[in-house]
């Protein structure tokens, strides 16, 4: 059943987010698959300076942990800072750990996301950017047996070819149980590729 619900968000998600981009990333033992709405491909919604963004995220590793998340948030550009652009939103998020797959786990985390674009450099340099995100739900958005939800990532982009990126990046995720002393969900480093249309 888990796995018709994954492969039903994943081809749904790359239908949805067509417009707008999906990336896939891998280490030795993980693989995320990403994707990304933005009201910036909408026309509809161009009606501010704020644009608007949808994500929906899959994580599988080979120790059987499984992490779906979804999200809405609210980004606009710091003023005083070329090329900086701050999100605030929330996201719901559902896992499983291997060692616990009769509980999973579900939270509503706050998100903040800073993403700077460098300017254009000198000599045909691709375009690069850097993006933290800090995602944290404390036990009052956390439901059933979850107690906190922790996730931090910081990762560098370049543009490679017209809507085509290689980025690499670092994770740590964080999911505490009842009744279970180690959170860590994930830690690691990874790299892949994203289009964008």
């Known amino acids: 059943m888990l796995k018709k619900i994954v492969y039903t968000t994943l081809f749904s998600s790359a239908i949805l987010f067509a417009e707008s981009g999906i990336g896939v990333n891998i280490n030795e033992q993980d693989l995320e698959i990403e994707g990304i709405l933005d009201s910036r491909n909408l026309q509809a919604m161009q009606t501010s300076s704020t644009v608007y963004q949808a994500d929906v995220n899959f994580l599988y590793d080979n120790e059987e942990a499984k992490l779906i998340s979804g999200g809405i948030g609210a980004t606009n550009k710091v003023e005083g800072v070329e090329g900086l652009e701050a999100t605030l939103g929330l996201k719901y998020v559902w896992a499983e750990v291997g060692l616990n797959q009769n509980s999973s786990f579900n939270a509503v985390p706050f998100l903040a996301k ?41 990762n560098a982009e370049m543009e490679v070819i017209k809507s085509g990126s290689i980025y690499a990046g670092y994770r740590n995720i964080h999911t505490k149980y009842d009744g279970i002393s180690n959170s860590l969900f994930n830690n690691s480093f990874y790299g892949g590729i994203k289009i964008t249309y």
């Open 114 to 154: 800073v993403r700077y674009t460098f300017p254009p450099l000198m000599y045909n340099i691709p375009p690069v950017s850097i993006e933290g995100k800090v995602l944290f739900a404390p036990k009052v958005l956390s439901f059933g047996n979850s107690q906190l939800y922790k996730e931090f990532r910081l």
